[in-house]
């Protein structure tokens, strides 16, 4: 058991993209409760576990720091282990940024309540819609037509996908 309940408690709450407000709401607790388990002043009541678990969509196990990497955090490293190979592949910057974000909207799309892969997808479509809107040369070449209109297609499908959860 590496981490703390209180840890723990604090990292899944922030992968859900939830504020100790939002979680207390949905536990129908106080703010306060959250902040003294996440600051290891307090600890939640037994009844309390199974809720909380469900809430922050972990096993009661990961929650008490029983499993050595939760679902997310082994999902995380995958993903950015993946976008890391295809970021050193020898292929323009704007191709590169093209296949990340395909790859990020792909599991995105399969993990939609992830929100560190959400973060990471958006900051990287964000840095594509700069090679699309603008068509700047980079490494010595344009964007064809059909490279404009993929980053465009995922910039705009994933904007309104992904503005429910914000």
Partial sequence: ????????????????????????????????????????????????LIPLAQVLGVTTDTLLGYDSLSENEALISRVRETVSGLERSEEGRDQKALKVCEYLSTETTLNPGCFELIKDYAEETANLSMYAGFAKQIDGEDLTDEEKKQAMELLNNDISHYSKYC
Avoid at 7 to 20: A, D, E, H, V, W
Wanted: net charge neutral.
């Fill in 1 to 48: 058991m590496g981490n703390t309940l209180g840890k723990n408690i604090k990292t899944f709450r922030k992968n859900k993209g939830l504020t100790q407000e939002e979680l207390a709401e949905l536990l129908n607790i106080t703010p306060q409760a959250v902040s003294k388990w996440e600051s290891e002043n307090g600890l939640p009541d037994v009844s309390m």
